[in-house]
């Protein structure tokens, strides 16, 4: 068994909600990582920019420093969190209680010092007078600004979340509402109400997919009524023969003399054996009309000449009709056999029944252009021009035909060229008449 057909079929609406809900959250991660970025620049800025007035005020003198080195205490009681020390030529460097390189190694400017575990901002400056101001803060703050940041911009769109599940969920459920809407209507239909869905008020997103559906119903209204008017034409054809057949059985019942029951036996057989020929090409028919996908196989052309003259040959005796083979390529085909020898059988049957007594029939079977030709020739007198477009209807027989055929052998091989991508050509020449099936490879 098929694993897939015991899956259950997935949930579209899920499918979005999830999917949206997903992209909401990567974005908002990237705005999170964004919004880090951006506030650690921000943050580094405002430090740099802090250090450096600090700097500016002691060096004019507007800021006094009651110490060489001071401290402050970091709030979360962590050590240290800023240091200002000034160190004067020839005077000690930075105490050696301060977690930070001594001066004299560091160089004028903005630098970042990792020093016992910690990372410090430092912003060295040499005064007026030639003093060396070190003003120091810790990183944390800086991190801490920007981390603040991006949690702000994440937090918010995480904790809607939920909310944003419900909501997609709904919205999703309410744009779906039409499918449902359709799938309930369609559930309704049958073979009498079957008609085309509306598009009144259907999403142009959805507007392919009912056209498609329109267009199947539209085959399938087709077929239908083709079945239809084939079961009526079916009946009113067979209605006749049937009652001619019952009434020579009534009469062989009453028929006393030994000569007589046998003439009216024979013509008894005779109708049997055409409403047989009638109810077999009508059963030919429904099946080209109902061909499921073609089985393909390997086959010579020898093969499917000799199977398609052979139901004809009784016939063509008794008409002494000349039944031949022409030309028949050697080689062998991939191809629908059955499909192609129903559509060969019926053009030979078709020529032998309505060419004159004593006349020649021709058939062959080449390969051509990417098609299988198959073409019949008789030597008969050939169809009326005006009456070549109808020949391939259902029952139709031209008028003032001698033979007692049904009506049925070109409209066969016409409905198998449709559905096997070929085509039936028929024509009238010098010599005959050519009934010509191009079957696609």
């Known amino acids: 068994m098929d694993g897939r057909q015991g899956r259950k079929p997935r949930s579209l609406t899920r499918q979005l909600t999830w999917s949206i ?10 705005g999170g990582a964004l919004s880090f970025a951006g506030g650690y620049r921000e943050a580094s800025r405002l430090q740099d920019n802090h250090l450096y007035d600090i700097g500016v005020l002691i060096n004019s003198g507007k800021l006094m420093l009651t110490a060489p080195t001071v401290t402050w205490p970091d709030a979360h009681g962590n050590g240290m969190s800023m240091i200002i020390s000034r160190v004067s030529p020839g005077a000690p460097g930075t105490p050696i209680d301060v977690p930070l390189p001594r001066i004299e190694t560091l160089a004028d400017g903005f630098q970042n010092v990792d020093f016992e575990g910690r990372r410090w901002r430092v912003n060295v400056q040499t005064l007026q007078g030639g003093d060396r101001l070190l003003v120091a803060e810790r990183a944390t703050m800086r991190d801490e600004i920007a981390h603040d940041g991006s949690l702000r911009t994440l937090l918010p769109m995480l904790a809607l979340t939920p909310l944003l599940l419900i909501v997609i969920a709904l919205i999703t459920r309410g744009a779906l509402a039409p499918v449902r809407r359709l799938a309930a209507i369609v559930d309704e239909q049958d073979e009498v109400t079957l008609g ?6 259907i999403p142009k997103e959805l507007l392919p997919f009912i056209r498609s559906i329109n267009r199947l119903i539209d085959r399938l209204k087709d077929a239908m009524a083709q079945q239809r008017r084939f079961i009526a034409d079916a009946a009113h ?18 028929a006393t003399d030994p000569e007589d029951a046998r003439g009216r036996l024979t013509a008894l057989q005779a109708a049997v054996h055409r409403t047989a020929r009638l109810v077999e090409q009508l059963l030919a028919l429904a099946r080209s009309q109902h061909l499921a996908a073609p089985v393909r196989s390997q ?12 139901d004809a040959v009784n016939v063509a005796n008794a008409k002494n009709v000349d039944l031949g083979l022409k030309q028949v390529d050697d080689i062998q085909v991939d191809i629908d056999a059955s499909a192609v020898t129903i559509a060969l059988r019926n053009l030979v049957d078709n020529a032998v029944r309505y060419v004159p007594a004593g006349g020649k029939v021709d058939v062959a079977l080449v390969n051509r252009e990417g098609y299988l030709v198959c073409s019949v020739k008789d030597s008969g007198r050939g169809v009326p021009d005006d009456q070549l477009v109808r020949v391939t209807e259902r029952f139709y027989r031209v008028p003032g035909t001698a033979s007692s055929g049904s009506g049925l052998g070109l409209s066969i091989v016409s409905e198998i060229a449709r559905r096997n991508g070929g085509r039936l050509e028929l024509q009238n020449a010098s010599d005959g008449f050519h009934a010509t099936y191009y079957h696609l490879l």
């Open 196 to 201: 085309a869905l509306s598009e009144v008020g």
């Open 21 to 30: 809900i997903g992209i909401i959250v990567v974005f908002a991660l990237m």
């Open 237 to 254: 054809e067979l209605r006749s023969p049937l009652a001619a057949l019952t009434l020579q059985a009534e009469s062989l019942t009453a």
């Open 299 to 310: 086959v010579s052309l020898h093969k499917l000449a000799a199977d398609a003259i052979q």
